[in-house]
Each structure stands twice: as C-alpha cells, then as structure tokens.
C-alpha cells in the first residue's frame, strides 16, 4: 500500500510540473536572448521636397529612446527597402528613417538630372519638415551605401546643424580618368527591349548575391524594387561620377565611420580615409555580396558603438 502511495505522489508531481510549463514560459524564457526586432513598428509617409514627394520609411522602438534618429541613404537603384532587416535590428533603441532618393523607390521623380547636391538638399528639406536640425529639432546621424554615403557627405558639409555623426560603408571615390570610366560605364540610359532581354540583366543584377546565401524571394524583392526607377536607374550614378569627393571630403566637421568589408569598394573607401579631417576606419570579414541582407547584426555591431561614444573621434 505504501509503494502505491508512493507511485500516486510521483504521478502528481510530474503532472504538477507538465502543466506549469508551459509553451509560454518556455518562449519567455527563449526569447530574453533574441534581438527584439518584432516590438518595431515600421511606418510609411510621404514629404514634400523640391522635385516633388518624396517617400520615407520610418522604424520606431516601442520604448522612448535618447538616441539621435539615424537616417539611411540607399545604393543605387534600389530604396529604402534595401535596409529593412539592418532597419529592424538598429531601430530597437532608436528611431530609423529611411529616405527613398528622388527618382527611385516610390518618391518622385526629378524632371532633369541631379547632382548630388540636388539630392542632398531634398533631403535636408525632407528632415527640416520631419522636424530635425537647427530650431526644429536636434540633429540625427546619417549612414549612406555606396550612392548614399555621397549623399550624406554633402548633406553633412551643408548643413552641419543638421548632422552630428557620419557612417560610410563603401564609398565610391573615384578620381580622374578612373571617375570618367565610371561615368562612361553606369552613367547612361538603358534599353527597354522588345524580347525582354534587359529584364535578364536586371535580374542578374539583384540576384548577385544568391552564391553568398541571398534567398529567391529577397532576390525578387530586390528585383521587384530597382524596376521601379527603369529605364532611369542611371541618372543618379550621372551625380555620383560628377561628384568632386577630392575636394569635399575635407569640408566634413562631424566624426565619421568608414567602413569596409570583402567585396567591393574596400581600396576605394581605405583611399578616401586621410581627406576626412574626424574619420576612422573599420572592416568587416566575411561580408562580400548582400550585407545588409545577410550580415545586418554585423554592421549593427560596428556602427552601434561609434554613434554611441560621445568622446572626441
């Protein structure tokens, strides 16, 4: 009788103990160790700038944050879609906005071509409307891609007011006869054929990144985003391969991150480094293709620190 107590007691106790864990419990427990990327709202606007409206994602943290907003600048021909995953991770502590250039993404298209200070103007009218820079607000830090990092560079040199900290991955400075070779081969306009064969090419381009792990659907998502600005995806590269970075690069006042990483653009962003007066370098290993798609918490721990160190650069 007593090993049957014994037994019922053990029943009990194992029951007791199913029922308390519960699948809640357990993905409480589970997610105290996962990047609270799903508590971040995304939001989608529209702002008048000088070449019409001008579109913005904006990535907003459940909790209130001391943190500047940090504003991203995308690559060429792609939009602010081309951050959503870094959007996510960078914006659990801070505000993220993400501005489509004029002519690509959903913002509107100018009616001639820009120079990059066209395109920084429209975005400083942009912010100064969303209420950031000088007696509006306080200022934000920028982080541009390849045609972005040109962007938020004079955008920077322009309205320091505006602008506290800069971050430049892969920055596109070329000089000389190497800048006129860039102009003669991205800088003009392209076909739309009859039997569809520019859309091949297109999607060559937004799928370089498979080998490295890209999945199909992103891919498609990429593809999807730049056939938004054709047959005009080159204008913008017409303000990048006319930009004097040689002779603006000095003019930054703010601290600046440059960062580098195995694929492209690593010789180009090291030469550009001794202009910045305020610049340091970083490098990222193991990143080639497709980083902000398939390495964002890299880049969130590269760039988080530097906008959080608030001591002389």
């Known amino acids: 009788m007593r090993l049957h107590k014994n037994h019922v007691f053990l029943f009990c106790f194992m029951m007791l103990a199913l029922f308390s864990f519960t699948p809640d419990s ?13 508590s971040v709202v995304i939001e989608r606007d529209f702002i008048p700038g000088p070449f019409g409206q001008v579109h913005v994602r904006i990535a907003r943290p459940t909790a209130k944050t001391q943190h500047p907003p940090l504003v991203l600048f995308h690559p060429t021909p792609y939009s602010g879609d081309y951050f959503l995953k870094f959007m996510r991770l960078m914006a659990s502590d801070r505000i993220v906005i993400a501005i489509d250039t004029p002519g690509y993404g959903d913002s509107d298209r100018p ?14 009218a942009v912010l100064n409307a ?17 045609t972005g990092t040109l962007i938020a560079t004079e955008l920077a040199i322009r309205h ?21 070779k860039a102009y003669q081969d991205n800088a003009k306009p392209e076909p739309v054929t009859p039997d569809g064969s520019h859309l ?9 990144a498979i080998d490295a792990g890209l999945s199909l659907d992103r891919a498609q998502e990429h593809f999807s985003d730049l056939m938004q600005c054709y047959p005009h995806c080159w204008e913008a590269y017409h303000g990048v391969f006319t930009y004097p970075a040689e002779e603006r690069f000095g003019a930054v006042q703010q601290p ?9 653009l690593k010789q180009e ?7 910045f007066p305020q610049a340091k370098l970083m490098h990222i290993d193991g990143v080639t293709l497709g980083g902000f798609d398939l390495a964002p918490e890299k880049y969130v721990a590269a760039i988080r620190p530097f906008l959080e160190n608030d001591t002389p650069q």
């Open 26 to 38: 357990a993905a409480k427990s589970h997610s105290s160790t996962e990047p609270k990327t799903s």
């Open 111 to 124: 009616k001639k071509l820009q120079s990059i200070d066209g395109y920084a103007e429209s975005a400083a």
């Open 130 to 146: 969303m209420g950031h820079g000088g007696e509006r607000g306080p200022p934000v830090d920028l982080l541009g891609y390849h």
């Open 160 to 180: 320091p007011g505006l602008v506290r900290k800069l971050v430049l991955p892969g920055l596109p400075f070329f000089t000389g006869e190497a800048r006129q």
């Open 200 to 208: 091949a090419k297109k999607w060559g381009f937004a799928a370089a």
């Open 256 to 264: 600046v991150l440059l960062i580098t990483n195995d694929g492209s």
């Open 269 to 275: 962003t090291e030469a550009a480094l001794p202009l």
